[in-house]
């Protein structure tokens, strides 16, 4: 009986071992698959939010986009009214210099402004002056026709009233018809000023009766 009871003790350490080895393995398994999911999270959560970045950085980029076309289409704005007031302004001169000219006109001659005779003997007692300024002014020099006859163009060395007055003091009428011919286009503001300038000085201090008109 002695001898069943010393059969029946067995040895459990290599049992033991094994099932450590298992427990072992499981921990390594488990660990290497919460790293796994933990990097596919922080990918996951990279890619999300690089693709937020890309979108918030398409947005401002539209919004860029829109405002600087907001910008070119108010200073387009802007440049067209500044033209169209200079323009007005250009042609309210006009209209006041050629009422100021018609005045002084029938002041001189007694022509009433009814008269249908008016023109016809406007025509035959005054002389025309076609002053052309070119592109490119005032690198290009400006030229000019007397009563449709080319004169030329400006000598570089001389002074818009030293090249136009002695043309004037020589022709024969004392009504002298002078117009300016430019492109808005063309011209630079400031250039279109001094040019004007010139021009109303010179017809200041001409002895004859100079009517100033402008074409663009």
């Known amino acids: 009986m ?47 939010v690089a693709a937020h970045e890309a979108e918030l950085a398409t947005r ?19 440049r067209a009214r500044l033209e169209a007031e200079q323009e007005a302004e250009i042609l309210e001169r006009e209209r006041r210099y050629l009422a100021e000219d018609l005045a002084e006109l029938e002041a001189r001659t007694g022509i009433d402004r009814e008269s249908s005779e008016r023109y016809a003997l406007f025509d035959r007692n005054s002389d025309r002056l ?8 005032p690198d290009a020099a400006l030229t000019l026709e007397v009563n449709g006859r080319p004169q030329g163009r400006q000598p570089k060395d001389s002074s818009l009233a030293e090249w136009l007055e002695p043309v004037i003091a020589g022709l024969e ?11 808005n286009e063309a011209i630079y503001w400031r250039d279109y000023q001094q040019l004007h300038r010139s021009l109303l000085e ?5 002895s004859q009766l100079i009517l100033y008109n402008e074409r663009n």
């Open 130 to 137: 076609d002053l052309k300024v070119p592109r490119g002014y």
């Open 60 to 78: 401002e980029a539209g919004h860029e986009e829109a405002l600087l076309r907001l910008e070119s289409q108010l200073a387009a704005e802007a």
């Open 173 to 183: 009428q004392r009504i002298v018809v002078l117009t300016l011919h430019y492109d």
């Open 2 to 48: 002695a001898r069943r009871k010393r059969e029946l003790g067995v040895d459990l350490t290599p049992l033991l071992d094994v099932i450590l080895i298992l427990l072992f393995l499981v921990l390594v398994y488990t660990g290497q698959t919460a790293v796994r999911r933990e990097t596919e999270r922080e990918r996951e959560e990279a890619a999300r």
């Open 202 to 206: 010179l017809r200041a201090a001409s």
